[in-house]
């Protein structure tokens, strides 16, 4: 029976537009201090979810809500089953937009949102592919589970909940990459880094950083205009941003409280390449190392400036390691703090097979300065992968190859998807080979014909798997 993808897919891009616009118009960004006991990560992520599982019902499928946190939709009877594990948070909007970042825009082809790509588009266009498959009442042998998690972009609180109260297949993919295939992810930690309480003199306050896992677009700090001069202040600042071209930077006088705010701009992007992004943080710590601190004030800012600024491998805090499969480790310093309570750094981290995170543990307090210390922060995540060869690789891989003529490899990426959660698990688009990756940066997008493409290779991926 030959069925074209393509052409069904067209029949719904409509409905499936309509659809996405719903979920991405929902801030579904982790929102715990607002948490209840119906909505344990705020209320955002479990809207989300149950607008989602509403799409479902209104098809005529099987759902569950597992309690706010997680959700699932089923086609098929099986008990022999394959899973799909998307995710329907998102990361703060952050500063950039150019759009409200949750009243969709559809601009030259392009679908503009928050979550667009990650992960709501890609999540919609697998749902999409088994509401095909069951509206042409497909033949099938195994059955399909589409499970929603709802804090992907931090603790996974919710899939982890999922797995406790319900049984998770062994086998399946995460829309949540790219095609033709990510069957290897690098393992992932964070690190607080924790330097002594600070003695304040010029610098009294430096704060950048969303998530663990997004690049710091902007970087400030508070200095006291006691211990310098707002002239000379501007005049240093007017020669750094003049060095380095790639960032933005402005100073803001509070004259009641004598206080120059100094602010730089520069590129967020997701943690897993931090190459592509420009970490504003760093680059204010170097500015800031230029000026007159105390000892104290030496001991922070020089460590970010002299070990961390554009330091992607890791290699002063001894960490750097690279492996012929998974490639090279990535080091993202995200979340800074620092005022006269406290003074700490997060740095996230994607490593390849040949390390753990004791072994990071050891290697970074190695090279940290005197009474500087790090720790574990949140879960680590080790390193997963799945053969080239594998039957599964082999079938998703196909069913893309067949769409697109693409004969691009498998590859392993530094992101961590649900797919590792599976022990016969990878990670399968909606991202195209070339494609700009605007995951976790202002002014995310997903283009809609490439959209409805991704449709259609999973309608044909999941087929292929089910029948």
Do not use: C
């Amino acid at each position: 029976m030959s069925i074209d993808w393509e052409k069904e897919v067209s029949h719904r891009s409509d409905e499936l537009i309509n659809d996405l616009s719903e979920l991405v118009s929902i801030d579904s960004s982790r929102d715990t201090e607002h948490k209840t006991s119906d909505f344990p990560l705020g209320p955002g992520p479990a809207k989300a979810l149950q607008t989602f599982l509403h799409f479902a019902d209104r098809d005529g499928f099987q759902t569950k809500n597992v309690d706010n946190l997680a959700g699932r939709i089923e086609l098929g009877d099986s008990d022999d089953a394959i899973a799909i594990l998307s995710h329907v948070d998102v990361v703060p909007e952050g500063p950039g937009w150019e759009t409200n970042p949750f009243e969709p825009v559809i601009k030259d082809g392009n679908f503009y949102a928050r979550g667009a790509s990650d992960d709501k588009g890609p999540g919609l266009a697998a749902y999409y592919a088994m509401k095909i498959i069951k509206e042409l009442n497909l033949p099938v042998k195994k059955s399909v589970q589409l499970i929603l998690g709802t804090d992907e972009e931090s603790e996974w609180v919710g899939i982890n909940h999922y797995m406790e109260k319900e049984t998770m297949p062994e086998t399946g993919f995460s829309p949540d990459a790219e095609f033709p295939a990510i069957n290897g992810e690098k393992g992932i930690v964070s690190f607080r880094v924790n330097f002594p309480t600070p003695t304040i003199s010029l610098v009294k306050n430096f704060a950048a950083g969303i998530r663990p896992n997004m690049v710091p677009q902007n970087a400030e700090a508070d200095l006291d205009l006691s211990a310098i001069s707002a002239e000379d202040l501007k005049a240093k600042l007017n020669d750094f941003l003049t060095a380095n071209k790639e960032i933005k930077g402005n100073i803001e006088i509070d004259s009641d409280n004598n206080i120059a705010k100094v602010q730089i701009i520069g590129k967020g992007a997701h943690a897993m390449e931090p190459f592509n992004g420009i970490n504003a943080a760093t680059y204010l710590a170097k500015f800031l190392v230029e000026l007159d601190l105390n000892a104290s004030e030496k001991l922070y800012f020089s460590f970010i400036a002299n070990d961390l600024h554009l330091d992607f491998a890791g290699k002063h805090l001894g960490i750097a390691n690279k492996d012929d499969v998974m490639g090279e480790l990535t080091l993202s310093p995200n979340i800074y703090e620092y005022d006269a309570t406290k003074a700490n750094i997060l740095l996230n981290i994607r490593y390849p097979k040949g390390d753990t995170g004791d072994t990071l543990t050891e290697k970074i307090n190695r090279a940290l300065p005197e009474n500087v210390s790090a720790v574990i922060e949140g879960h680590n995540q080790l390193p997963h992968f799945v053969a080239v060869n594998d039957p599964l690789v082999q079938a998703l891989v196909g069913a893309y190859r067949d769409h697109t003529g693409d004969d691009t490899e498998p590859f392993t990426v530094g992101g961590g998807t649900y797919g590792r959660i599976l022990k016969h698990g990878i990670a399968y688009g909606a991202m195209f080979p070339g494609d700009e990756n605007v995951m976790h940066q202002p002014n995310e997008y997903i283009n809609i014909d490439k959209l409805l493409k991704s449709t259609a290779v999973y309608a044909d991926a999941i087929y292929r798997l089910i029948k």
